[in-house]
Each structure stands twice: as structure tokens, then as C-alpha cells.
């Protein structure tokens, strides 16, 4: 049986931020959560995606390939914004929309294993403690 993973990810903490948030977070606070704090490619596998264009509704396989070279560049460290293959505009890593679980990159997180599902409530609050925009990545592995 595969197990459920839910990642909350902060997706405007730099890597410098990272260390500090991961001691500002009270281990007492989220007693389950797995603290994630280095660069890292949050996939919710391959039960998720193709991407959706945010500005043109477009999606497809050639979107997908095209956000996962942006990914990949993002991996080496280049900060380079997958354009949309249909309308050209450029939409930034954690904007597209997806037809499930988004995807998401980052250099903090805080992983659930095989928990209910985090509420949006649940979610907020984590952003607000955080003090960052977050994005709910979630899927099986
Ligand atoms: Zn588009």
C-alpha cells in the first residue's frame, strides 16, 4: 500500500531563509511534520499535471515537458520561468494551475505523511506562521 503525502510549501523562503525557519519552527507546533528545508522539487508524481496556463487555459503534454525544463534549470540554480508553448508568456514556477495536486519548488516545506487532508484553514495558518505565500502539494509515494 502506498503512503499519502501532503507538503506545505513555502514558496517565497530563500535558501538563506531556510535554516532560520527551520529553527523557528517549534518542533511542538507541528509534532507530525517533516521538516523539508533545502532546495527541492516538490512533484506531486504522476498522478497530477499536465500544467494549466494561468493567463490562456492551455495545457497539454508539450506544456508539461516545457515546465519540466524550467524545473530542471531551477535545479541548477537558474531561476528561469517556463514560458507557455500556446500564448508565449512567461508564468513562474508555482502559478500554473493543475488539474490536481500542483506542483512546486522550494527550499522549505513541511511534509505530512498519510494524514487527513490539511483544510485550507490548516494550510493559511501554516503561510501566516511562516509569514510567506505557501502552496499544498500533495499525492502518493
Ligand atoms: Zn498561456
Known amino acids: 500500500m502506498s503512503e499519502s503525502f501532503q507538503v506545505v510549501v513555502d514558496v517565497e523562503a530563500t535558501a538563506l531563509d531556510a535554516a532560520g525557519l527551520a529553527r523557528a519552527v ?7 511534520a517533516e521538516i523539508v528545508a533545502e532546495p527541492t522539487v516538490f512533484d506531486a508524481g504522476l498522478g497530477s ?12 503534454e508539450v506544456q508539461f515537458s516545457s515546465y519540466l525544463e524550467a524545473v530542471e534549470s531551477w535545479w541548477d540554480g537558474d531561476v528561469v520561468d517556463p514560458a507557455c508553448v500556446v500564448c508565449g508568456q512567461y508564468v513562474g514556477l508555482n502559478d500554473w494551475d ?3 495536486s500542483p506542483w512546486a519548488v522550494g527550499n ?7 494524514r487527513p487532508r490539511l483544510t485550507p484553514a490548516e494550510v493559511a495558518a501554516i503561510g501566516d506562521r511562516l509569514g510567506h505565500r505557501v502552496v499544498l502539494v500533495y499525492g502518493r509515494g
Open 49 to 60: 499535471g499536465p500544467p494549466i496556463c494561468p493567463l490562456c487555459g492551455e495545457t497539454g
Open 108 to 114: 522549505f516545506g513541511l511534509r505530512f505523511w498519510n
Open 98 to 100: 493543475w488539474p490536481g
Open 26 to 32: 517549534p518542533e511542538d507546533a507541528f509534532p507530525d
